[in-house]
């Protein structure tokens, strides 16, 4: 090459690395993050999924009405994605929509980055998760977080990762606790004020349940707040370094001796926000062991409520939906948030609404904790008569506790009294999570009728080891019917319908401005039902149970629907006769994707 014809190659090489740094600039300039503003809009902004719950409420109620009580009759699959490989058990997941990308969570850990409109796959993230890891109740995982560049979830072996939402890199990754001591987590997390807000699971290894505020940018923690009595919370300086933030509670208040080290109320759900209080409402698990006989008190704070301030991480308050649980009650079902109108002032009510495992539904004022309403929303409860609305308190049958099987009690030092009571530990609800319309003012609620034989046995504290103290097995309560969605009405506590299910209803529910109820089968169908008859008016076949919550999004004038599919979870595992009359069913691992049909 001749000195002129290098000279005039100059000129041309730097246009083309202008014109890449000008594209590149471009693409920089373009890319979209998620705010803090997205999140807390979530409800309102029909293009996007950012929080588990549909909006930070936690509602599952979507404006959407393109797909609606006319129309659901052309509803069609738009695509489908398989999880693929051998981990085809216990899929979770609520799927999060992102400027035309979908995030989904899969079982053993793993997260995958999808085109929203054609469902191919742009990355994953598959976690190295060790040996020994001790989930309670399947591999599952139930969704992530999204903020800024980020992609946030938690892992089996108790710890939290961040990558990148584009490429699927590591930003940070941070452990939540030991798993070799019993911890884990299966939670989606939420994201509140900039902070990742995550509990733990582990409650039948006697761990100590903990909420933490992390920066969601870098992982590091900003506060922790224990869910025992008696342990000390902290906030964190700019090293790291914990700073003491008051003991939750009064240490052996409401539990004896040094019970409360291993105490359990393990937070194993998402969080929820509501920025008109600006609280943070999460439920906490049992309290461990489930011998209750070894704890005598409330023994708080398991199986209750907490409403935590999101700037200090203090209790602001708690209720207690069954004090001195004897019966695997967690607390940890979702606390939405909303309107209630009061039929004595006919005022209107900041209001929380929970269908408790324990089988009631209890309508709080989310800004003081106060019971304004509780009535069963099941057909048999057996340990409980009902609530003081004046004390807030359940009053309880005294001899469905199942029995003491201490010698100086009368017992034979090895097993106690067996009772039968209702609802089963499996609860009247579970992980699923419910969901509320404003437009029709009824809770959506899947709900599960089912008792157990109980039992209580001695039992001590071991690190790493199972500690209940008690022994059980699950029996369906008719015939007919396990599961049932039932429209509730938390005023009256009536329920409006009911759409009865041969096998237990596992998985979550999603309403829409449509008029429209979406839930999922352990049969394998996704259903849509008419929100004010209850009338089924679609159901498509996706192959295996369905044990996650639906979601729905816009995107080119197009409203499209996503359910994750794949049987598993607690049910199989733990569910003795319940178990073995539905034990036809197929594991799976797929995303399904709906959207009307165009002629």
Not at 45 to 70: A, C, E, M, W
Not at 288 to 317: E, M, Q
Not at 392 to 403: F, L, T
Request: proline content about 6%.
């Amino acid at each position: 090459m001749s000195t002129r014809s290098r000279m005039s190659a100059v000129p041309r090489r730097l246009s083309v690395i202008a014109g890449a740094l000008l594209v590149l600039g471009a693409t920089q300039a373009t890319a979209k993050e998620v705010t803090n503003d997205d999140i807390v809009n979530d409800a309102t902004i029909t293009t996007q999924v950012v929080t588990h719950g549909l909006g930070t409420k936690g509602q599952r109620y979507s404006p959407l009405t393109q797909v609606n009580t006319d129309t659901v009759k052309d509803l069609v699959p738009a695509w489908s994605f398989s999880f693929g490989g051998e981990k085809q058990r216990g899929q979770q997941s609520q799927p999060l929509i992102f400027d035309g990308k979908m995030y989904v969570t899969a079982s053993y850990s793993r997260l995958f980055a999808l085109d929203a409109k054609t469902g191919e796959k742009l990355w994953k993230y598959e976690a190295r998760l060790p040996d020994g890891i001790m989930p309670c109740c399947d591999v599952i995982n139930r969704g992530a977080a999204i903020y800024d560049n980020l992609v946030i979830f938690g892992t089996l072996d108790a710890k939290l990762v961040a990558l990148d939402k584009d490429t699927g890199k590591v930003v940070w990754r941070e452990t939540i606790e030991d798993y070799k001591a019993g911890y884990s987590f299966t939670a989606a997390p939420q994201i509140v004020k900039g902070m990742v807000i995550t509990g733990n699971s582990g409650g039948e290894f006697g761990v100590v349940g903990r909420v933490d505020a992390r920066d969601a940018k870098t992982g590091k923690l900003v506060w922790s707040r224990p869910t025992v009595e008696g342990h000390m919370g902290h906030r964190f300086d700019k090293d790291g370094k914990p700073v003491d933030n008051g003991i939750s509670g009064k240490t052996n208040a409401t539990w004896p001796g040094d019970l409360w080290k291993t105490g359990g109320a393990a937070p194993w759900q998402a969080a929820y926000y509501d920025p008109d209080t600006d609280l943070i409402y999460i439920g906490t698990g049992n309290p461990s062991p489930w011998n209750s006989w070894l704890r005598p008190g409330d023994n708080l704070y398991s199986s209750s409520t907490l409403a935590i301030n999101p700037d200090t991480g203090k209790i602001v308050w708690h209720f207690q939906g069954t004090p001195h649980d004897g019966w695997d009650f967690d607390g940890v079902n979702e606390f939405i948030s909303f309107e209630y109108s009061d039929p004595t002032t006919g005022k209107m009510v900041k209001a929380g609404g929970k269908a408790d495992r324990n089988g009631f539904f209890l309508v709080n004022d989310r800004t003081n904790g106060k019971l304004i309403n509780a009535f069963p929303f099941v057909s048999r409860i057996d340990w409980a008569k009902g609530y003081d609305l004046k004390t807030g308190r359940p009053m309880y049958n005294d001899d469905k506790r199942p029995g003491n099987p201490f010698t100086e009690a009368g017992g034979d030092g090895k097993k106690g009294e067996v009772v039968f009571a209702a609802p089963s530990f499996l609860g009247g609800k579970n992980q699923m999570p419910m969901a509320f319309s404003p437009k029709t003012g009824l809770f959506y609620v899947p709900a599960n009728e089912w008792g157990m034989d109980i039992w209580n046995e001695p039992v001590s504290y071991k690190r790493g080891a199972a500690y209940l103290g008690a022994g059980f097995t699950i029996k369906p309560l008719y015939e007919d019917y396990i599961g049932s969605l039932r429209a509730l009405d938390p005023v009256s506590g009536k329920i409006v319908w009911e759409v009865k299910n041969s096998a237990p209803l596992w998985g979550g529910v999603m309403t829409t401005a449509g008029n429209l109820v979406f839930y999922g089968t352990p049969e394998g169908y996704l259903k849509a039902i008419n929100a004010t008859t209850g009338e089924e008016v679609w159901q498509f076949q996706t192959g295996s149970g369905v044990i996650a919550p639906p979601v729905t999004w816009e995107e080119n004038g197009e409203q499209y629907i996503a359910v994750v599919s794949g049987w598993g979870g607690a049910v199989p595992l733990w569910g003795g006769d319940v178990a073995r009359r539905i034990n036809t069913l197929e594991q799976g691992g797929s995303v399904w994707v709906f959207k009307l049909h165009k002629s």
